[in-house]
């Protein structure tokens, strides 16, 4: 059996065009624009393509972007003004200090200081206590693009059961919250778990959140089950440098049901949800009714 490929770049594009087409409404019928606040600092390279990348992308779908990109020498002091700033200006209804950050500073601290309803990134120790108490929260990006394709490929989700293997903040975690959720019986795995294999031959939904090149192989995917590849890992292989994610994809495609390849499975699904949640956060802030499909 050779699996369904979950073409993570064609649903982002379609996530992007609903995105824009709310916003053209919105600014028929309301005569406001959805407002972007992207933070980038230093000069990462991987972090500068993405917030290129947001910003080209916020445009896009027709919203207005922010984009502010502070020296890596930048103070904590600095970076709470802008972001208190950001917090009153009433153009700005999303904001994202992108990560990581330089050493220096206190990311937590940072993440905390944004207010939560502008908290596109849903780290905001409020959103995700919000989330983890099954209420109305904004969602971190990368787990609600990932609940999209399940949700698309297996329509409910109840009584299946997922493992998530890593227990990051930013993925593990919200991952976890979002399948319990949904009904699923949820088991978070990660370096330590006792005999990873088995744990993970037992999961109908399979995500791969370790950030380790092709750490889980195709004997370890239960034969039919949804495999979600969040890593991006960048390799050398053959001289070249090359993307790979934290599955085997040669091994798993041939046992899974559905599987998200890497590159262009979850990650275009980062930025798409992003503008999603900008919307989101627009439309809260607004007293309109949020959009349906975009939200967990
Ligand atoms: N504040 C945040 N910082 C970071 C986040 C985040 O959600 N919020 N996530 C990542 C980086 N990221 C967005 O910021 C991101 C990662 C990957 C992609 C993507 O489209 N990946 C492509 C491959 C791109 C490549 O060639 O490198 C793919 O997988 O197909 C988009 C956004 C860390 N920081």
Request: charge should be negative; proline fraction near 6%.
């Amino acid at each position: 059996m050779t699996a369904t490929i979950i073409d993570g770049k064609a649903f982002a594009a379609n996530v992007r065009a609903q995105v824009a087409g709310h916003v053209t409404r919105l600014k028929e019928e309301q005569g406001l624009t959805p407002g972007l606040a992207v933070v980038l600092v230093g000069e990462d390279p991987a972090s500068e393509v993405y917030v290129r990348n947001k910003g080209i992308q916020t445009r896009e779908a027709g919203m207005a972007s922010f984009e502010h990109k502070l020296d890596a020498t930048t103070s904590e002091a600095e970076l709470l003004d802008l972001i208190g700033k950001l917090n009153a200006d009433p153009a700005v209804h999303g904001i994202l200090v992108q990560l990581p950050l330089p050493g220096h500073l206190d990311a937590d601290l940072v993440i905390n200081a944004i207010d939560p309803a502008k908290d596109v990134d849903g780290f905001h120790i409020s959103n995700v206590g919000l989330l983890g108490t099954g209420q109305k929260a904004m969602v971190p990006c990368t787990p609600l693009g990932c609940l999209m394709m399940l949700r698309d490929h297996l329509g409910s989700l109840s009584g299946l059961n997922a493992v998530v293997v890593g227990r990051s903040n930013i993925v593990g975690k919200p991952m976890a919250q979002l399948l319990l959720g949904e009904s699923c019986t949820v088991t978070i795995a990660h370096s330590r778990t006792k005999d990873l294999a088995s744990v993970c031959r037992g999961a109908d939904i399979l995500v791969a959140a370790v950030g380790r090149p092709e750490m889980i192989p195709g004997d370890w995917v239960k034969p039919g089950a949804t495999v979600i590849d969040v890593g991006i890992n960048r390799i050398e292989r053959d001289g070249k440098t090359k993307l790979v994610g934290d599955v085997d994809f040669a091994s798993a495609v041939e046992v899974a049901g559905a599987i998200t390849p890497v590159p262009g499975g979850v990650g275009p699904m980062t930025i798409a949800c992003l503008l999603a949640n900008t919307l989101t956060a627009f439309c809260r802030a607004n007293g309109l009714p949020e959009p349906q499909g975009l939200t967990a």
